[in-house]
């Protein structure tokens, strides 16, 4: 069995809304961008976000290691690299060097029942 990577080297996350902060522990308020790498090499992420009332920030690069996950947390500037302002509506592209997997998920604690929300990114065909 060879080790080729499944996945898309472009995706797209249209709806992106970091919730306002709240919560405790481990149930506070934020997003996730799941990114998967099943290939046999490292790949190189670029990240770009978009808004409805100002420019693109574009190019928040991380890396992927071959055969891993890297969970990012939107709501960490530190893990993004750019801090996301809360409570604005904003959509992302993943771009990547290998084929990935993008998923994405957000956690708002804002009401008793608590609501999760995870879709996979759209795959763009490149």
């Given at each position: 069995m060879t080790n080729q990577a499944e996945g898309h080297y472009t995706w797209v996350v249209p709806d992106g809304w970091l919730p306002p902060e709240g919560g405790e522990g481990d149930l506070i308020n934020h997003e996730s961008l799941m990114l998967l790498n099943t290939g046999g090499k490292s790949a190189i992420v670029e990240i770009d976000i978009y808004f409805a009332d100002r420019e693109p920030v574009k190019g928040l690069k991380l890396q992927v290691g071959a055969e891993r996950i890297n969970a990012l947390r939107l709501d960490s500037p530190e893990e993004l690299?750019?801090?996301?302002?809360?409570?604005?509506?904003?959509?992302?592209?993943?771009?990547?060097?290998?084929?990935?997997?993008?998923?994405?998920?957000?956690?708002?604690?804002?009401?008793?029942?608590?609501?999760?929300?995870?879709?996979?990114?759209?795959?763009?065909?490149?």
């Open positions: 690299g750019y801090k996301l302002p809360r409570a604005t509506q904003y959509a992302l592209r993943v771009r990547s060097t290998e084929k990935i997997i993008v998923q994405y998920g957000r956690m708002d604690v804002r009401q008793a029942n608590l609501a999760y929300y995870c879709t996979m990114a759209h795959p763009v065909d490149n």
